[in-house]
């Protein structure tokens, strides 16, 4: 008998003691609504069906739980039985690992009976790409919607807009594009990637947006577009310096960092953009749910302070500090994107009692649990701690075994009353610069992450999760994906180099591990 190595590990299963085979002659009967969960395996079987050569079904269950699935391989058929389409494509997510994996025998896939029950224990299973820092082609983003699919990742969270580059096409406003979307340096410096003065001018049009929220959607997986505000502004205000404080001539940031950039709370001109970029924006994207930034505005505090319209939007207001017009400017954020049909996400940096209940929680600052603990009974949190899910971290500081080891109940997220909608993790661009590092500092991570966010910590062990990796790392392989070799510190330089390309030890070790392999 073969033990299937499923990551993330179903919730449960009974092996039987009998077997089913399975050829590209088999038939994929599909209830209508999951007949793209159907194709994913079709595609994958090349199937042309003939009689008498086994069958796959695929039947909607009324009652059953979102996202949930049995997989049932017996001895007159394989059964998939699903109440929603994400829980019949992660069955056939389960079923396409089992027949890449199963005995062979000829031209077909012998398969072991077996019964397996299975549904996710986080509803929230994301990931975050930052495209602002370093820009990443279509199929560079398509094959991580691939890879986050094959793993039962649900969220795609697209950071489109930073400092150093506008990355979404606006008709409404093309200076965001023609000077947003373009930087004097390809590269930020550092590692590998110097500033080589060639310049950098990339945004998606809003086609090629359709394009992959419509693939993403097959995949099961929903894209939570991200527009930064108040701070991590630069490419905004680059595009639209009358909607700083002080209208000042700004530039798309070339180097690594954070700027001091920020938006005029007291301009009401910054308002009426936001309204017609959210406007635009917002259709393009099904998704409820729409992440308006808040973090690190604090850098452009001063600024705030010096601004005769901020001071006075502070007095008419009653508003005391620069947090709490923080808080205001994202309640109005808030309105307006609620005009436009969606429920905003903002980090946790500007959590307040204030802040408008609405607007879900990002946690991302270990030193901001007690405020998160908090707001978690009177908000919507997303965990994507610093600590564990920063996969552009290097392996010495987040290892694979330390994103293994993440635990809702250690972090005080479990308790009753607590609105948790679930995990993300966070690919930040500074130091990654291509499909290469992307996947190296994803890979073998994103599969631990997956595994935390999908199944329950009873049913998790570190040692058990790392033999079925052994598998998925042959499958990246012939994938061609550069998965990291490196999997926890072997040199820790000195001095505090954090980021995975910042001084290049891990992913050169990598590489040299990778060829070996051959
Ligand atoms: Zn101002």
Redesign the pocket.
């Known amino acids: 008998m073969v033990i299937y190595n499923i990551i993330p590990k179903p919730n449960k299963y009974v092996y039987g003691d009998s077997e089913y085979e399975i050829s590209s002659k088999s038939e994929v009967l599909c209830s209508k609504e999951f007949v793209e969960a159907g194709n994913y395996l079709t595609d994958y079987l090349k199937t042309k069906p003939e009689e008498n050569e086994g069958f796959i079904k695929i039947k909607k269950v009324e009652g059953m739980p979102s996202e949930a699935y049995t997989l049932k391989i017996t001895n007159d058929g394989v059964f998939i039985n699903a109440g929603d389409y994400a829980g019949a494509f992660y069955g056939a997510v389960t079923l396409k690992t089992i027949l890449m994996q199963a005995k062979k025998q000829n031209g077909k896939a012998v398969l072991n009976t077996l019964v397996i029950e299975d549904k996710p224990d986080n509803a929230y299973r994301g990931a975050m790409l930052d495209c602002s820092r370093h820009f990443f082609e279509i199929d560079t983003v398509k094959s991580l919607l691939d890879n986050m699919a094959f793993l039962k990742l649900n969220k795609f969270h697209w950071h489109l807009s930073d400092d150093q580059g506008f990355r979404i096409e606006s008709k409404q406003f093309p200076e965001l594009n023609k000077i947003g979307s373009k930087r004097a340096s390809r590269h930020l410096k550092g590692f590998g990637m110097e500033n080589d003065n060639v310049e950098d001018y990339h945004f998606y049009t809003q086609e090629e947006i359709k394009d992959i929220v419509a693939y993403a959607k097959q995949r099961n997986i929903e894209i939570i577009p991200e527009i930064d505000l108040p701070g991590h502004t630069m490419a905004i205000l680059a595009a639209k310096p009358e909607l ?2 002080t209208g000042e001539k700004a530039e798309v940031l070339t180097v690594n960092g954070i700027s001091k950039a920020i938006l ?4 009401e001109a910054v308002f009426e953009f936001l309204d017609k970029l959210f406007d635009e924006i917002c259709p393009l994207f099904p998704s409820a749910q729409f992440h308006i930034g808040g973090d690190e505005a604090f850098r452009g505090y001063k ?2 302070d010096d ?1 005769p ?2 001071s006075a939007l502070k007095q008419k207001e009653g508003i005391g500090s620069n947090k709490e017009l923080q808080i205001w400017f994202m309640n109005r954020a808030c309105a307006i994107l609620k005009k436009h049909g969606k429920t905003p996400v903002a980090w946790d940096d500007c959590m307040g009692d204030s802040l408008d209940s609405s607007i879900a929680c990002q946690f991302w600052r270990p030193n901001a649990i007690g405020t998160v603990r908090k707001q978690s009974l009177k908000r919507d949190v997303i965990i994507s701690s610093t600590s564990y899910f920063y996969f552009d971290l290097k392996y010495s500081v987040i290892s694979l075994k330390k994103a293994y080891k993440f635990n809702k109940v250690k972090v005080g997220l479990n308790k009753p009353g607590q609105r948790i909608l679930g995990l993300e993790c966070e690919l930040w661009t500074e130091w990654i610069d291509s499909k290469a590092s992307l996947e190296f500092s994803a890979f073998p991570r994103m599969n631990a992450f997956a595994e935390v966010a999908w199944t329950e910590l009873k049913n998790r062990s570190f040692t058990d999760f790392y033999k079925r990796l052994a598998w998925y790392k042959t499958y990246m392989k012939i994938k061609d994906v550069n998965y990291s070799r490196v999997e926890s510190g072997f040199i820790l330089p000195k001095g505090i180099v954090y980021h995975l390309g910042e001084d290049g030890s891990e992913f050169k070790k990598s590489a040299e591990i990778k060829n070996a392999e051959k």
């Open positions: 700083s404080c005029c709370a007291g301009n600024l705030w601004c319209k901020c």
